[in-house]
């Protein structure tokens, strides 16, 4: 970006000057198959944390030369979903967003800043703190299902929400975790990163497998974390008569899935979505960030400047790369 595109930051809002900017998987869905939610070309790149390189009229929680990180969205506080708490459904979300995270700047609107937005303290480095909104999405998610005390979990997906979530779940004392795949690599990590079990599903019955984890039941709680039919119907078999399963990875847009519906009656199945975040598990998310308890580096698979964006994607649909740190 040559220094006459700049933008000059309005009232309240923050230009920050990107330090690294974190790849995800949404990208590449919406860049492949288009977006539920997003318009398609647009800005893209919304995990990221910078520097602040100039402030609006009325901006007073930041100053020039802070580092900061923030979320894509923030809710508007006054719609019929903030109103009633579920401020993950604002129907505002997405009318006024900071995305273009992939750029030397990146302008933070006024609701973001004033919401969703942290000052970086000394100790906690760019790239850890670019996981805010995957986190705060995992948390927010987590919220949703049981996962502690003597549970069997299993994460469908070894991308890095599930690497992130499986960790969480952790800490949420989660008693017994599996995750199910079909990448070795990534499987040896979900192994490394604290799962009790991990399940090749190319060479496993990952059925079996399950049952043979939690008393031939299934599963207690399942969370499914790759947005795709295969694997939601896959997760509605893992899941136990009684247990509850989240469908956290968004499907291509106008996709269905088959139901059996005696399992859905007779086995009591609970079945939920999880969406995007809200500024409380933004915050929490954070706090999580700050507290050290997570493993995050190893999510971080490689790091390219920017003009190797195209590359880094290439690298995330063969699934030779988890996240790609981008270096404006
Ligand atoms: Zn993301
Ligand atoms: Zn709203």
């Not at 490394?192 to 709680?221: K, P, Q």
């Amino acid at each position: 970006m040559d220094t006459a595109e700049v933008p000059e930051p309005a009232d309240g809002e923050v230009l920050a000057r990107v330090a690294v900017a974190l790849t995800c998987a949404t990208d590449l869905k919406t860049l492949d198959r288009g977006h539920a939610r997003l318009t398609v070309p647009g800005p893209f790149g919304h995990e990221w944390a910078g520097t602040v390189e100039a402030v609006g009229d009325g901006v007073l929680s930041f100053g020039v030369g802070d580092r900061i990180v923030a979320t894509p969205t923030a809710p508007c506080g006054d719609c019929a979903y903030c109103l009633r708490g579920a401020e993950n459904l604002c129907l505002h979300l997405f009318e006024h967003t900071a995305l273009g995270a992939y750029a030397e700047y990146i302008l933070v609107p006024r609701h973001i800043v004033n919401r969703n937005a942290f000052r970086i303290p000394d100790d906690v480095v760019d790239v850890h703190a670019a996981f805010l909104e995957p986190l705060a999405c995992v948390v927010h998610g987590a919220d949703l299902v049981r996962l502690g005390g003597d549970r069997t979990v299993v994460f469908v997906g070894e991308g890095p929400i599930a690497l992130l979530f499986m960790q969480v779940a952790r800490l949420r004392g989660a008693n017994r975790v599996a995750v199910v795949g079909r990448h070795a690599q990534r499987l040896a990590l979900a192994r490394a990163l604290g799962a009790d079990l991990v399940i090749d599903g190319r060479e496993r019955d990952v059925r079996e497998e399950v049952a043979a984890l939690s008393d031939g039941l299934g599963a207690d709680t399942v969370v499914e974390c790759v947005g795709h039919t295969d694997a939601w119907e896959q997760a509605v078999g893992l899941t136990r008569r009684g247990g509850e399963l989240l469908f956290f990875g968004g499907c291509e847009a106008g996709s269905a899935i088959r139901l059996d519906t005696e399992r859905l009656h007779y086995d009591e199945l609970t079945l939920r979505g999880g969406f995007h975040c809200t500024p409380d598990s933004v915050r929490r998310a954070w706090e999580l960030i700050c507290s050290g308890a997570l493993t995050l580096d190893p999510l971080v698979s490689d790091q390219l400047p920017l003009d190797e964006l195209p590359g880094a994607f290439e690298r995330m649909r063969r699934l030779e790369a988890l996240k790609v740190a981008i270096l404006p």
